[in-house]
């Protein structure tokens, strides 16, 4: 059973940043998609932004121009690199793993068990 384990998650002041990260392991099959999610109160779970084993990234429209994702295939780890915060991107991030892909939660397979992220005003 694949683990995957974020960090990096906290309390942030409004235009601050932040770096999350992810690393995958128990691989027994290659991992194609990892990507990350988050949900807010009361809100559904979303995808930020993900990224396949090629580099392919997709992001969510709210986030384009200020959170970058990356991936170290080497070491099954990726990371998201959160710029210019706002409050509303206050939510717990979740890191996913999909051997087809992430871009919808049912095609996630693997589930990380989430971080926190909060951003003061």
């Known amino acids: 059973q694949v683990q995957l384990e974020e960090s990096g998650g906290g309390l942030v002041q409004a235009g601050g940043s932040l770096r999350l990260s992810c690393a995958a392991s128990?691989?027994?099959?290659?991992?194609?998609?990892m990507g990350w999610y988050r949900q807010a109160p009361g809100k559904q779970r979303e995808l930020v932004a993900a990224?396949?084993?090629?580099?392919?990234?997709n992001y969510a429209d709210d986030v384009k121009g200020r959170f970058t994702i990356s991936r170290d295939n080497a070491k099954n780890t990726v990371y998201l690199w959160m710029n210019s915060l706002k409050p509303e991107d206050s939510a717990v991030y979740y890191c996913?793993?999909?051997?087809?892909?992430?871009?919808?939660?049912?095609?996630?397979?693997?589930w990380g068990p989430g971080t926190q992220v909060t951003v003061s005003s």
């Open positions: 996913a793993a999909g051997y087809f892909g992430v871009a919808s939660i049912a095609q996630c397979d693997y």
């Open positions: 990224i396949s084993r090629g580099g392919t990234t």
């Open positions: 128990r691989i027994t099959h290659t991992i194609n998609a």
